[in-house]
């Protein structure tokens, strides 16, 4: 889960077993806990369903899915989507994130996270003057 600049502010790493909306509810869940004041979630149109409602129930929060539009045709960008994408694009740079190199998952956690300090310490260090 990003923010609107693509800045990591949860995230889960679990099976390829657990179904996408699944696993969004885990980190959903560990997003709530520490952003208490954030009321409204962007997502695509692959959450759509059960889990709109289930977080709206237990986290209090809106989940508002951004669907393709059937009238196009081929690739088109959709709104706030492009920033999750742009986000493991910078994460996709680290070549210990460009494969699966851990056996567990909170060590791949603690990966990303890694590179996200990388990325972020990177760019304080430019606005240092």
Known sequence: MVDTLG???????????????DGAKLVLERFAKGWTRLKLIWADGGYAGKLVEWTRLHLR????IFKRSDNVNGFAVLPKRW????????????RRLSKDYEQLTDNSEAMILIGMINLMSKRLARYEH
Request: glycine content about 6%; cysteine-free; hydrophobic content about 50%.
């Open 7 to 21: 800045m990591i502010l949860a995230i889960v790493v679990h099976e390829a077993s657990i179904q996408d909306r």
């Open 61 to 64: 929060r809106q989940l508002e």
């Open 83 to 94: 920033i999750v994408e742009r986000t493991f694009g910078w994460l996709g740079r680290y």
